[in-house]
């Protein structure tokens, strides 16, 4: 099983949508997970990291299931400009290990 | 602050050439690393560094040199150049691997190998 795993889509979606995706990581011990944003041809950008209790930052919603080992991201009131790859990330236990990065989900948001 | 700078944007190499890919940071980050991202296959890590003076190997680092002299500088080294090099290069940094510490990239440098 691969370390972090996403459905690469593409998710086609209307404006106005609310959209989900899911991302499975292996590693029990996994203390922190992030999700970023990538836009085709630019680099990775933090779009919010994901805490325990889940959390909401205007339309986007992360939540963590630590049981199952997964992580979601949901995008209420999908913009044209929501189009992107969406990148799950995950960290190990100890302090000094790499960052794993998921192959992404790519999102299309269509007029 | 600049951030995560890479220089250069874009290089196109011969088989068998060197360069070296250059990063710098200006945010005090203790911990840098570069990525290389191909087509289908995700951001992969080469190699990255806790510190100044350490410096350790990722996912492919094969074909890839590192140094880390200074806490702002982190140069990644193609030895000699193939065409299986041809990816996207990211670097990014990071004040440590710990919990809540997310990665901030550069902008990348786009190389290919003929």
């Known amino acids: 099983r691969k370390e972090v795993e996403q459905d690469p889509g593409p998710f086609n979606v209307p404006e106005g949508a609310t959209v989900a995706f899911n991302c499975t990581y292996s590693?029990?011990?996994?203390?922190?997970f992030f999700w970023y944003r990538q836009d085709c041809r630019k680099e990775p950008k933090l779009l919010m990291s994901?805490?325990?209790s889940g959390n909401e930052d205007g339309r986007f919603t992360a939540q963590l299931n630590r049981a199952s080992q997964y992580i979601s991201l949901l995008i209420r009131d999908s913009k044209l400009s929501d189009s992107a790859t969406y990148l799950c990330v995950v960290t190990q236990a100890s302090g000094n290990t790499p960052l794993v990065f998921g192959k992404g989900t790519r999102l299309s948001v269509i007029a | 602050n600049a951030g995560v700078t890479q220089t250069p944007k874009f290089q196109v190499l011969k088989t068998g050439q060197s360069m070296t890919l250059q990063c710098a940071q200006d945010m005090n980050h203790e911990y840098m690393s570069w990525y290389r991202q191909d087509p289908g296959m995700g951001l992969r890590l080469i190699h990255y560094?806790?510190?100044?003076?350490?410096?350790d190997q990722g996912e492919v680092p094969n074909g890839y040199n590192v140094s880390r002299s200074t806490t702002e500088d982190f140069p990644l080294r193609l030895l000699s150049a193939a065409p299986s090099q041809t990816s996207v290069y990211f670097c990014?940094?990071?004040?440590?691997?710990?919990?809540?510490?997310?990665?901030?990239f550069g902008d990348g440098t786009r190389l290919s190998i003929l």
């Open positions: 590693n029990s011990a996994s203390q922190s």
């Open positions: 994901v805490y325990s």
């Open positions: 560094s806790v510190g100044a003076g350490i410096t």
């Open positions: 990014a940094s990071s004040y440590s691997q710990g919990i809540n510490q997310p990665q901030h």
